[in-house]
């Protein structure tokens, strides 16, 4: 199977991205930050991973191996598919996914799109033995706390409250974020507001 990809960024669409590797576009879907990071003509390596069903043959695309196995964590959880997965690695960091689920943070996880209380409750009950004294929660630098979300995951949220589509929501985001630098939340929010309008 397909375990890394290096290529360059070929065409960036809404949720996937193409990856033109000596000439064979792959298409990835990928999470938010990644997608958000991308720029065309871009080099990059992406550990990857195929998900096979009767009617259909997909490839996901992550960052880093550490981003990859989580993705592949969460998969083993019932009730959680592919799309599931990607939403929540979308919505907030590997590090703050685990911590969640460590911390037993209901109200963390049900922000993600898609994701209500029950299906939360399963990724704690099967998922929380395993992420305990997990590397990424002791060792990882700048570590964030189950309650503070990703900033641009603050900024989504935001949005997602104002009644914009998640889909719109991110596109826009992902406008403000490809010209680099760090921005407050509140400069996210202002300059995506300004896009979503039209202005």
Do not use: C
Not at 11 to 23: C, H, K, M, N, Y
Not at 77 to 95: D, E, N, R
């Amino acid at each position: 199977m397909i375990g890394m990809l290096r290529g360059k960024v070929w065409e960036i669409q809404s949720e996937r991205l193409v990856i033109d590797v000596q000439g064979v576009g792959y298409l990835l879907t990928v999470p938010y930050g990644l997608l958000a990071k991308a720029v065309p003509g871009q080099e990059l390596v992406v550990y990857t991973h195929v998900v096979m069903r009767e009617d259909d043959l997909s490839l996901y695309g992550f960052s880093s191996l550490e981003e990859k196995q989580l993705f592949l964590e969460m998969l083993s959880v019932s009730g959680i598919g592919p799309k599931a997965a990607i939403s929540i690695l979308s919505t907030f960091g590997a590090v703050q996914i685990e911590s969640a689920i460590v911390s037993e943070n209901l109200n963390l996880l049900t922000k993600v799109p898609g994701i209500g209380k029950k299906t939360a409750q399963r990724l704690i009950l099967e998922l929380k033995e395993k992420f305990k004294g997990h590397s990424t929660l002791s060792t990882r630098e700048g570590a964030f706390s189950e309650s503070t979300p990703l900033t641009h995951s603050e900024a989504l949220q935001t949005l997602l409250a104002l009644g914009f589509g998640i889909d719109e929501a991110r596109q826009a985001l992902g406008h403000v974020l490809k010209d680099g630098g760090e921005l407050s939340t509140e400069v996210q929010v202002k300059k995506a507001l300004r896009l979503l309008a039209g202005g």
